[in-house]
Antibody
Framework: EVQLVESGGGLVQPGGSLRLSCAAS????????MNWVRQAPGKGLEWVSY????????YYADSVKGRFTISRDNAKNSLYLQMNSLRDEDTAVYYC?????????????WGQGTLVTVSS | QSALTQPPSASGSPGQSVTISCTGT?????????VSWYQQHPGKAPKLMIY???KRPSGVPDRFSGSKSGNTASLTVSGLQAEDEADYYC???????????FGTGTKVTVL
């Protein structure tokens, strides 16, 4: 069974930093590209970042470019999101999301999410 | 990149059908056959319901169907059931740098 478990969320002041983690199990993590997707309270889904299986390709949404860094450790079956210079508008539930295998484009599995609250 | 446009709400009685639209541009919905749909119940993670415009993952009832015409995709839920009451989001591949764009979301109410 595919499992994605996020951790690392919490309350942080504007301008602060936080590192999110996602522990993957039930599949060969090193073979899959991964994403972070967020959802502000009461709002819709927003794609944040993508990383290929080998970390050779990385993309960011314009809203986080230059502030967030996605990375992965295939030996530890883990995905990360380093978030710096946090703003009020970064407050959201952050989901770790698995990309379908190469040849198509969609998210097939989601974690339960971790809440990040940016507030003074 | 702007979000795809969905109606805020849709409703139907049990047994009826409801169709949700998802309007994008030629750079996303109209440019690729990579439209997917997700169901999200309150406080839960999204669940994949449709991928590649009209394909259903294993375990998703055939009451759910998808289609696309030009820059607009649609999700139809036939034979509405109480458990179908949820938020629904469309998504489209939007090219390498942007990767995915999501819809604004539609709340489906079963009357």
């Amino acid at each position: 069974e595919v499992q994605l478990v996020e951790s690392g969320g919490g309350l942080v002041q504007p301008g602060g930093s936080l590192r999110l983690s996602c522990a993957a199990s039930g599949f060969t993590f090193s073979s899959y590209s991964m994403n972070w997707v967020r959802q502000a309270p009461g709002k819709g889904l927003e794609w944040v970042s993508y990383i290929s299986s080998s970390s050779s390709t990385i993309y960011y949404a314009d809203s986080v470019k230059g502030r967030f860094t996605i990375s992965r450790d295939n030996a530890k079956n883990s995905l990360y999101l380093q978030m710096n210079s946090l703003r009020d508008e970064d407050t959201a539930v952050y989901y770790c999301a698995r990309d379908t295998p190469s040849g198509s484009y969609y998210v097939d599995y989601w974690g339960q999410g971790t809440l990040v609250t940016v507030s003074s | 990149q702007s979000a795809l446009t969905q109606p805020p709400s849709a409703s139907g009685s049990p047994g009826q059908s409801v169709t949700i639209s998802c309007t994008g541009t030629s750079s996303d919905v109209g440019g690729y056959n990579y439209v997917s749909w997700y169901q999200q119940h309150p406080g839960k993670a999204p669940k994949l319901m449709i991928y590649e415009v009209s394909k259903r993952p294993s375990g998703v009832p055939d009451r759910f169907s998808g289609s696309k015409s030009g820059n607009t995709a649609s999700l139809t839920v036939s034979g509405l059931q109480a458990e179908d009451e949820a938020d629904y989001y469309c998504s489209s591949y939007a090219g390498s740098n942007i990767h995915y764009v999501f819809g604004t979301g539609t709340k489906v109410t079963v009357l």
